[in-house]
């Protein structure tokens, strides 16, 4: 680990692999000199990041995420275009980390040289894990990938956290029985670019057509979030590779769209604005939290609040006036 950061920054430009690997590695370290490191890294890489398509993708349980985004990765590499698919999973602490379930799912795509694959680093809270996604996207855009698709694999708040830091968020759905709607919240549809039905493949392209027209209609029902964007219901059949390219000539229309009026650009720079923000607000926090006198009082605190001597609001101002003071 210990390399300078022109180490970095050269085999990364360079499209070296191996030190693209060992740069997101240094990016997800929690030690404050790696950390250093690598703001440095990402600084010097910046100028060449941008020129990607940012793609999102979350599903319903069972949609077939992976064959999805393996066919479709699959494609875009067969099309000359270079893909890196990295993962948000908050929970893969709990689960033994996902590394090996990343690959074995996307067996073809984790052999083939113009992809790369990377899951997220294991444990954390979500907005840790998305920060490091974030700064592994920029660095996978300067290794020269085309095709940037971040791929939510927790569920709850994972989706709209992968919707804030894409250009093209895609929900992709399956026809079951009863209420089509099922499985998803509202809150994610206001987020999507397109919703896009899968298994629509021999008993099933009917309910999947009938599916198709339930979404349209709830959509109709939602606030859209673009003027110049309205959201299209797709189906496809990834296990058959049909439709799949349909889906990518959507998210390229939306790219020439978006870009021609000018919001692709506000949207980008509004996304890098709100990461800052976050970090900002990450950052503070950190610093509170890690003052000596402020870990000291706050068991006493909760305690006086629990014993209704001291009331919440007294007792925060308190902690707060403690490291101004102790700060300045």
């Known amino acids: 680990m210990e390399h300078n950061v022109d180490y970095y920054?050269?085999?990364v430009i360079a499209g070296d692999r191996r030190v693209l690997s060992k740069t997101i590695t240094l990016i997800e370290s929690s030690l404050a000199e790696h950390r250093q490191l690598a703001r440095k890294v990402i600084d010097r890489l910046l100028p060449r990041t941008g020129d990607a398509?940012?793609?999102?993708?979350?599903?319903?349980?069972?949609?077939?995420?992976?064959?999805?985004?393996?066919?479709?990765?699959?494609?875009?590499?067969?099309n000359g275009l270079r893909v890196a698919v990295l993962a948000i999973d908050p929970s893969s602490s709990r689960s033994g980390g996902s590394i090996l379930g990343d690959k074995t799912r996307m067996e073809k795509l984790a052999v083939n040289d113009r992809a790369f694959i990377r899951p997220s680093p294991s444990g954390g809270t979500l907005g840790g894990v998305a920060g490091k996604t974030r700064e592994t996207m920029l660095v996978c855009e300067a290794a020269g990938y085309d095709v940037i698709i971040?791929?939510?694999?927790?569920v709850g708040q994972s989706e709209t956290t992968v919707a804030s830091m894409v250009d093209f968020f895609l929900v992709l759905m399956i026809a079951g029985g009863?209420?089509?709607?099922?499985?998803?919240?509202?809150?994610?549809?206001?987020?999507a670019e397109a919703i896009v039905i899968n298994k629509a493949d021999g008993d099933n392209i009917a309910r999947a057509e009938l599916a198709r027209k339930e979404y349209e209609t709830a959509l109709h029902l939602l606030m859209p979030y673009s003027p110049n964007w309205t959201v299209p219901v797709l189906t496809c059949s990834a296990l058959q590779m049909v439709?799949?390219?349909?889906?990518?000539?959507?998210?390229?229309q939306h790219r020439q769209t978006l870009t021609a009026s000018g919001e692709l650009e506000e949207k980008r720079k509004s996304q890098a604005q709100d990461w800052f923000r976050f970090l900002l607000d990450d950052g503070l926090r950190n610093w509170f939290y890690s003052d000596s006198a402020?870990?000291?009082e706050i068991p006493l605190m909760l305690q006086r609040i629990a014993a209704e001597q001291t009331a919440p609001t007294a007792a925060a101002a308190r902690l707060i006036e403690l490291l101004q003071e102790r700060s300045g």
């Open 243 to 252: 439709g799949v390219d349909t889906v990518w000539q959507t998210v390229e």
């Open 9 to 11: 920054v050269d085999g």
């Open 150 to 154: 971040i791929e939510t694999v927790g």
């Open 53 to 78: 398509v940012r793609l999102g993708i979350t599903g319903v349980p069972g949609a077939g995420k992976s064959t999805f985004i393996e066919s479709l990765g699959s494609m875009l590499t067969g």
């Open 294 to 296: 402020v870990k000291e």
């Open 178 to 191: 009863g209420d089509e709607l099922q499985g998803i919240k509202k809150g994610v549809l206001e987020v």
